[in-house]
């Protein structure tokens, strides 16, 4: 099965997601936005695809590093294709990102489903066919009625578990938003929602991401008083010896990390210094699917879960093939924003969730997702 192209197709979307200053989403109104279709073709003719933000795929890096690596090699050796795409990453002067292998790793688990007929969590050996999912909220707002006050997260949350979460994740206030980083405001916030659910939800917080240490054990000092599950990002996560200190400190778990760079390796060294009571991986944080797995089968080694950042069909695959993971993250969700609606350049949601909170795997061959071809090519970009 050789690989004999790599194509990119860039087109318009229509959003209402829009990002701040420092990058987090929230509710706007419609605007177009550019997306990307990476699609690696094998001599056969079968495809597979990936969507990705057009500049991680951008002429350059597909050109000088993913495509000299990948044409003319056998599809089904993914591994091989995985290590040797890493090893470009670092003579290629911080151009050939994680987020790049990550697209391409599961664009070429696409193909191999789409190859053998098989959806992806058979192919690589599935534990569960559905997986409870959690609500992921949006980074707090300044919005009236949106999430700009610890009431508005306490309602928030009832609709959610109306519709059927069992676990909820608040995202707090961070900058932009002209008072915060507040740890007493997030405190609150979490009260709300407590309060507004009850005892029986799971509750995670994924807070400012640069307090101190002083002021991340203030706030999860709180959190342990609400009976949280897991506390997420409340400090830079390049000081891993920050979180090993704060891991001692409290009796309520500790989760990382997300964000930090170094794939499957730098969760190993969180590991190995007690930096976190579950670890975290993600398909677009570590490098793919290929990468998450290796991270999820070091944590079982460990007694450890692993809990899975993002959403998205690729992050649900490594939730359905794993014993030791609780959750799938789903969202970003928001009061002005209707999750289920789903995008429009995908035919059906790539995470359904039923009236129990379960979100179902896809039996289509490939990585799941449901591609609106006819929309792609009526709105390209290039
Ligand atoms: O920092 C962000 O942009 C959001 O928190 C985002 O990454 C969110 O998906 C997250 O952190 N989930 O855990
Ligand atoms: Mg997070």
Known sequence: MIITDVRVKVFHTETRKHADSAGH?????????????LTVVAEDGTEGHCFSPPQIV???????????????????????????????????????????LAIVDCALWDLAGKALGLPVHKLIGAYRDKVPAYGSIMCGDELENGLATPEDYGRFAETLVKRGYKGIKLHTWMPPVSWSPNVKMDIKACAAVREAVGPDIDLMLDAYHWYSRTDALELGKGLEKLGFAWFEE???????SSYAWLSEQLSMPVLGPESASGK??????????????ILRTGVHDVGGITPALKTMRMAEGFGMNCEVHGNGAPNLIVTAVSNNCKWYERGLLHPFLEYDDGVDYLNSLPDPMD???????????????????????????S
């Not at 000299?68 to 911080?94: C, M, P, Y």
């Not at 409340?234 to 891993?240: F, I, K, L, Q, R």
């Not at 909170?357 to 009526?378: K, Q």
């Open 264 to 277: 499957n390796f730098t969760r190993a060294e969180w590991i190995k210094h007690g930096a976190c009571d």
């Open 355 to 381: 009236d129990d909170g379960y979100v179902h795997l896809s039996d289509r061959p490939g990585i799941g997702e449901d591609i609106n071809f006819e929309h792609i090519d009526a709105n390209l970009v």
């Open 58 to 100: 951008r002429p350059h890096v597909i050109e000088k590093s993913v495509k000299t690596v990948l044409i003319g090699a056998n599809a089904f050796d993914r591994e091989k294709l995985w290590q040797g795409l890493a090893h470009w990453q670092r003579g290629s002067a911080a151009q050939l990102t994680d987020r790049t």
């Open 234 to 240: 409340p400090m830079d996560e390049a000081s891993m």
């Open 25 to 37: 989403a929230h509710p706007g109104p419609v605007h177009k936005v550019q997306m990307a279709l």
